[in-house]
């Protein structure tokens, strides 16, 4: 049986624990992905009580096996940027092609109070079931690191 539960504070963060679900993320999102500790600071993020700062997790269970896994992080931003960004999502690979993404993805949609926003690189298979999801390309993001002085 498949259940996708939604995880609002960190205490609520059991089966699996953070670690886990930090491992699963950086596993399962392969070359798409960040670092452990990068993973980790986003999930703190979402568990934030501070203004502006927020969002929350979802986990996917596929007959009681973590199979999927989404973290959403709220902008505080809403009516210029959208409020939420979807910033990562990953299915365990053997459980891929199966419609698990995309049932996570809808679930995170509906619990958003606003619109969402998410980055995807154009090489990622992902891409297009964003795209079926609606989600649209409005322009190229670019950056600018310190690094580069």
Same mark, same amino acid.
């Given at each position: ?10 205490? @609520?963060?059991?089966?699996? /624990? ?8 950086h596993t399962h999102l #392969? ?5 452990? @500790? $990068? ?9 934030? #009580?501070? %203004? ?6 979802? +986990?996917?269970?596929? #007959? /009681?096996k973590l199979v999927g ?12 940027? %959208?409020?939420? +960004?979807? +910033?990562? &999502?990953? &299915? ?17 949609? @509906?619990?958003?109070d606003g619109n969402v926003?998410?980055? &995807? @690189?154009? #090489? /990622?298979? $992902? ?20 690094? /580069?002085?």
């Amino acid at each position: 049986m498949l259940e996708i539960r939604k995880i609002e504070k960190l205490d @609520e963060l059991t089966n699996p /624990n953070k670690s886990e679900l930090v491992d699963f993320l950086h596993t399962h999102l #392969d070359r798409f992905g960040d670092s452990k @500790e $990068a993973i980790e600071k986003c999930i703190d993020y979402s568990f934030s #009580d501070e %203004p502006g700062k927020g969002g929350f997790v979802l +986990v996917e269970h596929l #007959d /009681n096996k973590l199979v999927g896994a989404l973290v959403i992080n709220d902008t505080g931003m809403g009516g210029y940027i %959208p409020e939420h +960004v979807l +910033v990562y &999502v990953a &299915v365990d690979a053997t459980y891929r092609n199966k419609g698990l993404g995309r049932k996570i993805v809808e679930k995170a949609i @509906e619990h958003c109070d606003g619109n969402v926003k998410l980055h &995807v @690189e154009y #090489d /990622n298979p $992902a891409k297009r079931l964003y795209e079926r999801l609606g989600f649209t390309n409005k322009y190229a993001e670019m950056r600018y690191t310190q690094d /580069n002085k």
